[in-house]
Structures are given as structure tokens and as C-alpha cells.
């Protein structure tokens, strides 16, 4: 299957911590987003790559957020010093370039802090 | 304000029901998509649909883009059609295409 993957699927860490989620968009496109899911709500957007280069980033992600695409293919998030706060779940999802709209999100990583 | 607004917010069906899902949204939003995302949150593409009427199956969806709606209908509904159904806008004024989100439609379909 050549879909959007995520790992870890589930993380459950301690307030404070440290966690880094990856997400490998399907193959040849350039476009990934990162968008946060709390209970009840609709996604969010968080943070966009047009293939290495991180274009927007959304008010949503504060310092302790940064997110990587190193060779414009997989992407990493990084939540530094966690708070109860940040329990949601994180959705990347790809899409091919310009005319193409339509977004694959991937599986998502369920975060819980304790 | 709110930029795409879904109702009913929840739904309750028999199997074999049909349902209509509606989604507004405001005019800062454009290229509407209908997404499913199942128990397990894994979020399924249903339809990319700017305007018009599409079909897929017992699902359909139009959308009327000068009076800023969709709808979403389904028909002869299925215990597996229950999840949450969001509807999602481009953002107008980004052009990164980021999707801005309804609260979504929780449907229930019963046995």
C-alpha cells in the first residue's frame, strides 16, 4: 500500500517530555501538511512543506513545536517540554502539486499526556 | 466567525435510512471536500467537490457554490457508514491549499 504512513500510532508520554512523531507521505508528493485533532473537533492546521521548504506555519504551533522535511520526502514533528494540553491527535496528510487539491491524510498518531 | 459550519451535529439512523449532511461555509472558503473518518481515525476521502454533483456509489454530494453550501446525502445507509463526516474548504486567502474544518456530523447507524 503506498497511502500515508504515520509512527508511532499511539504515544502516551509524561508531561515534561520530549516526543517525535514521522510521517512519510505517499510517494511524489511534494505537498504535506500536519494538521492537530482535539475530541470532538475538526481538524486543525498546523504547519505546511512544499517539498523541503516549511512555507506557513499556523498560530496553533507555538515554540515548543517544530516540525522537519529534511529531504523534501518524510516529515518529522517535535512537541519539546509536553503539557496536558497537547493530548490530541496528529494527522499529516500529502498531496501531488498545483492542480491537484484533493489531500491523503495518513492514519494520525494519537498523543496522550499525562 | 465560523468558516464552514456542518449540521446536524449528530444523526441516528436504522439501517436502510437515507440521510442528508449539510455543510456552509463562508465565502473566505472555497474547494469543498467531504471526508469519513472511521472509528479508528483514520480520516477517508469521499468526494473533491468545488461545485456541481458527483456520485459514488450510495453516496452523493453537491455543492452550490454561489449560495456557500454543500450537501452530502446517503442512501440505503449501512452499519459501516457510521463515523464522523467532515466537510473542508480550502482557506481562500492561503495559497498553500490548508483545509479548513467543519466540527464534522457524528452518524450512528443502527442494526
Known amino acids: 500500500d503506498t497511502g500515508v504512513s504515520q509512527d508511532p500510532r499511539h504515544k502516551i508520554t509524561k508531561r515534561g517530555q520530549n516526543v517525535t512523531f514521522r510521517c512519510d507521505p505517499i510517494?511524489?508528493?511534494?505537498?504535506l501538511y500536519w494538521y492537530r485533532q482535539t475530541l470532538g473537533q475538526g481538524p486543525e492546521f498546523l504547519t505546511y512543506f512544499q517539498n523541503e521548504a516549511q512555507l506557513e506555519k499556523s498560530r496553533l504551533l507555538s515554540d515548543r513545536f517544530s516540525a522537519e522535511r529534511p529531504k523534501g520526502s518524510f516529515s518529522t514533528l517535535e512537541i519539546q517540554r509536553t503539557e496536558q494540553g497537547d493530548s490530541a491527535m496528529y494527522l499529516c496528510?500529502?498531496?501531488?502539486?498545483?492542480?491537484?487539491?484533493?489531500?491523503?491524510f495518513g492514519p494520525g498518531t494519537r498523543l496522550l499526556v499525562l | 466567525g465560523i468558516q464552514v459550519e456542518q449540521s446536524p451535529p449528530d444523526l441516528i439512523l436504522q439501517e436502510g435510512a437515507n440521510s442528508t449532511l449539510r455543510c456552509n461555509f463562508s465565502?473566505?472558503?472555497?474547494?469543498l471536500q467531504w471526508f469519513h473518518q472511521n472509528p479508528w481515525g483514520q480520516l477517508i476521502n469521499l468526494f473533491y467537490i468545488p461545485s456541481g454533483t458527483k456520485q459514488n456509489g450510495r453516496l452523493s454530494a453537491t455543492t452550490v457554490a454561489t449560495e456557500r453550501y454543500s450537501l452530502l446525502y446517503i442512501s440505503s445507509s449501512q452499519t459501516t457508514d457510521s463515523g464522523v463526516y467532515f466537510c473542508a474548504g480550502r482557506h481562500g486567502s492561503s495559497n498553500t491549499g490548508k483545509l479548513i474544518f467543519g466540527q464534522g456530523t457524528t452518524l450512528q447507524v443502527k442494526p
Open positions: 510517494s511524489e508528493h511534494n505537498r
Open positions: 496528510a500529502s498531496r501531488p502539486g498545483t492542480t491537484q487539491e484533493t489531500q491523503y
Open positions: 465565502d473566505s472558503v472555497n474547494n
